[in-house]
């Protein structure tokens, strides 16, 4: 169960105790009936909270394959073009010594690969007019179907994909920041109530027994092992790689990944060690919806993340 799961079961089983033995206890004015609502309220504020994750994913994966595509395009125009031309004739040598300042950036990164594109698309654009000028004039460079025009293309798209993972960024923190102050807001409700039946159960060996229907050894859980980012990657890009926030997961003895395949599975059967550098897990099929999870474990228990979905599409 997710940290707000944990919270909710026990409000649940709080308020079921309190309806069977002492109906009329309240806590600071509220009573029982009037705390159902903000402990059923955590399902409909964790499922913003999921939608805003899943919008985040497919943002994030949306600008993980696009620089993926202007990284195959940077690095095979640039040696396409290089091909083409032959250095022994003094114009043509001279348009290879000006990829030069291209071919000195590895694209590792999107700002890299960025700054390739910037540095390679000059030099191109001006051999593709050499190329055109010949007779009979020569075509213009081409590289795995694309052109010089496909990159300028990705290059212009390029900040809007990631303009949107800024935003969908956001939109995850604030529905987290409500998930947490609501749980935390029941928490303290809960533990309000459960010290007012410990002061009952001292005069009433009814509740003293009913208080073992509460749940309290989730207090020692292990922590979540959050989950960074979910992408597309491998070598076909049709794997999902996961990676996890740092310092979380803590006091767990074990920690797993787990998946299931949307209408193919009916649950999370599908379980990896978790390895804190990220796992790579797949492949998949273009149009299949994965869902992960992390689950934590030690002694008292299991705690799992919030799901995370990635559609899987066609790389461009």
């Not at 029941?186 to 073992?212: C, G, W």
């Amino acid at each position: 169960m997710e940290a707000y799961q944990v919270v909710q079961n026990r409000g649940m089983q709080t308020i079921a105790v309190i309806n069977e033995h002492i109906p009329s206890l309240s806590v600071g004015g509220i009573t029982a009936a009037a705390f159902a609502s903000p402990v059923n309220n955590l399902s409909n504020t964790a499922l913003v909270r999921d939608q805003a994750l899943t919008n985040y994913d497919q943002a994030v994966n949306a600008e993980h394959l696009a620089f993926l595509a202007i990284r195959t395009m940077v690095l095979a125009l640039a040696q396409a073009a290089k091909s083409d031309l032959n250095e022994e004739v003094p114009a043509e040598g001279a348009l290879i010594d000006l990829l030069g300042p291209a071919f000195s950036i590895t694209p590792s990164t999107t700002e890299l690969a960025l700054k390739r594109a910037g540095r390679l698309i000059p030099p191109l654009t001006k051999i593709n007019a050499y190329n055109a000028a010949q007779v009979p004039a020569r075509p213009a460079v081409t590289a795995g179907g694309k052109a010089l025009a496909d990159l300028q293309a990705a290059v212009t798209a390029q900040a809007a994909l990631e303009q949107a993972v800024e935003d969908r960024a956001s939109d995850v923190q604030t529905a987290r920041q409500t998930l947490e102050t609501e749980t935390h807001a029941v928490d303290r409700i809960n533990k309000r109530f459960y010290a007012r039946l410990q002061a009952e159960a001292r005069s009433n060996p009814a509740i003293a027994a009913a208080l073992s229907q509460i749940d309290t050894e989730t207090d020692n859980l292990p922590g979540t092992l959050s989950i960074r980012n979910v992408m597309q990657g491998g070598a076909s890009t049709l794997h999902v790689l996961v990676s996890y926030v740092n310092g979380t997961g803590e006091n767990a003895d074990e920690r797993f990944l787990e998946y299931m395949v949307e209408a193919v599975d009916t649950d999370f059967v599908h379980s990896v060690a978790v390895d804190l550098s990220g796992n790579q897990i797949g492949p998949f099929a273009v149009g299949q919806t994965v869902k992960i999870r992390t689950r934590t474990v030690n002694g008292s228990g299991a705690r799992t993340s919030a799901i995370r979905t990635l559609l899987i599409v066609a790389a461009p």
